[in-house]
């Protein structure tokens, strides 16, 4: 699922012939001699793999314990926007038993950082339209900055910006496994990275050797559903943190009533007097620095910022200008994830239908950060050239699902509908909080290494919080 945080977006451009790719030229790293980089070429569009290519980024980990060595593990990352890279760059977030049977490879997925990052106007992202509906927010002027950006991307970036789904990414990892020499890959997922291996394993069945889907993204949901779960899920998040800070003397806003606090901060939000950093804030973008904080999840950080903003005094400094036509990386999730959900919303009313739909499902926090990107896809004028399905996996191995209870960002009832859709999955639940689960505790890891390494799936569906 898409982050909190701003997504980078940017370019390199590398245009030859495809082929069949070759074995990839490993040299070390530049960043750390420890792991092994390189780039697999492929081609823009899967359909015309005779066309136009790009080098994709990717980084080898080498198995510490060769001898006893059970394969080739990918690693797909998050985001839409995060770099596999220099996740590997920073050590990774995998167990020294996993790091000592497995060769690991993450890239970063076309349209990231080092493959080709896409390129918009920086000063259209940096200055979007108004997204709330109550608040003064016209859909039609959604409609036309999402046109006006969408251009400016394709001025910038060239012809990957219609070619950015993960379906596209799904079979460059397959172009990786090839590359490699491998018959059979095993895959981890965490986030927006489980929507390549969900279309992976739909691809490419007999290529699986396994399939770990961390923090699933629930690719069945249109665009109204989505966006009402999304709502939900931030809530039972913040309402998770709240009765933390109720009973905790440890949380500064203990003894004050925390939804109280923040409906002040929304209604502030509303008149244009708060602020941050990069100017202020409205309902939404309160919305994002609170589900931020959600994601680990930093509570007490979260309610020191929720105290710092309640101090914070009323100012109306001068309006910042945008700066256009920089071309520069641009800090627009929605820009990938446009390519992989449909958002139909006709007019002013069906927005504000759906915008209530949200305050329904979130009464405090009011909106989830997803609507944004859904607002803006909905307008958005390129190709979704992998829309919503039901998951099409007919074939290849036991898949494992992982899943907090309380995720801000990919509910729990995906996980949960995801596993009923799929066949032979299964659901391992973290009973706690947080957005990711590999590494949340010594139970979440031990599950999920003996399934990546042995193949096993352990009896147990939870995994109780630490």
């Known amino acids: 699922m898409l982050s909190a945080a701003a997504l980078t977006i940017g370019l390199s451009a590398c245009v030859s012939t495809a082929s069949p790719p070759p074995e990839p030229a490993w040299h070390s790293c530049r960043e750390n001699a420890e792991f092994d980089c390189a780039t697999v070429t492929v081609p823009i569009d899967w359909s015309h793999p005779a066309g136009a290519t790009i080098d994709v980024a990717v980084i080898r980990d080498r198995a510490d314990d060769p001898a006893h060595r059970a394969g080739t593990l990918i690693s797909l990352p998050g985001g839409p926007g995060t770099s596999g890279v220099d996740e590997i760059l920073r050590g990774g977030k995998f167990s020294p038993e996993l790091r000592s049977r497995f060769d690991i490879v993450s890239l970063d997925p076309r349209g990231v950082g080092r493959?080709?990052?896409?390129r918009c106007d920086s000063g259209l992202a940096a200055h979007q339209p108004n997204m709330v509906p109550d608040n003064g927010g016209r859909i039609e002027d959604a409609h036309a900055y999402a046109k006006e950006l969408?251009?400016?991307?394709?001025?910038?970036?060239?012809?990957l910006i219609d070619h950015i789904d993960q379906i596209s990414v799904a079979r460059d990892v397959d172009a990786v496994r090839a590359a490699l020499g491998a018959d059979r890959i095993t895959l981890y997922s965490r986030s927006y990275g489980t929507m390549p291996a969900q279309a992976y394993a739909e691809l490419f069945p007999q290529r699986l050797r396994?399939?770990?889907?961390?923090?699933?993204?629930?690719?069945?949901?249109?665009?109204?559903a989505f966006l009402a779960s999304e709502?939900?899920?931030?809530?039972?998040?913040?309402?998770?943190?709240?009765?933390?800070?109720?009973?905790?003397e440890q949380c500064v806003l203990h003894g004050q009533d925390v939804r109280r606090v923040h409906a002040d901060l929304v209604a502030r939000?509303?008149?244009?007097?708060?602020?941050?950093?990069?100017g202020p804030m409205d309902v939404l973008a309160l919305s994002r620095a609170v589900t931020q904080r959600l994601y680990a999840p930093e509570w007490s950080r979260l309610a020191m910022d929720l105290k710092t903003m309640t101090a914070q005094p009323n100012h109306d400094p001068e309006p910042v200008q945008p700066i256009r036509r920089s071309g520069q990386p641009s800090p627009m999730p929605a820009v990938a994830m446009c390519s992989d959900w449909r958002f139909d919303i006709a007019d002013q009313q069906d927005?504000?239908?759906?915008?209530h739909?949200?305050?329904?499902?979130?009464?405090?926090?009011?909106?989830?950060?997803a609507w944004g990107a859904g607002t803006l896809c909905s307008g958005w004028p390129i190709e979704v050239r992998n829309p919503q399905h039901r998951p099409d996996i007919r074939q290849g191995p036991p898949i494992l699902v992982m899943n907090s209870l309380h995720d801000p960002a990919t509910p729990h009832e995906w996980a949960t509908h995801v596993t009923a859709l799929t066949p032979h999955a299964t659901l391992l639940t973290y009973t706690g909080w947080g957005h990711g689960n590999y590494s949340r505790t010594?139970?979440?890891?031990?599950?999920?290494?003996?399934?990546?390494?042995?193949?096993t799936v352990a009896a147990v569906a939870e995994c109780a919080a630490g």
């Open 231 to 248: 709502a939900r899920a931030g809530e039972d998040a913040f309402d998770e943190f709240a009765s933390w800070c109720d009973r905790d």
């Open 351 to 355: 927005w504000l239908r759906l915008w």
């Open 115 to 118: 493959s080709h990052e896409i």
């Open 442 to 455: 010594p139970c979440t890891t031990a599950v999920a290494d003996r399934y990546l390494i042995d193949l």
């Open 150 to 159: 969408a251009n400016s991307c394709r001025e910038f970036t060239g012809p």
């Open 357 to 369: 739909e949200q305050n329904a499902a979130s009464p405090v926090l009011r909106a989830h950060f």
């Open 210 to 224: 396994a399939a770990l889907l961390d923090s699933v993204d629930d690719h069945s949901l249109d665009g109204r």
């Open 269 to 278: 939000a509303g008149r244009g007097e708060l602020w941050d950093p990069n």
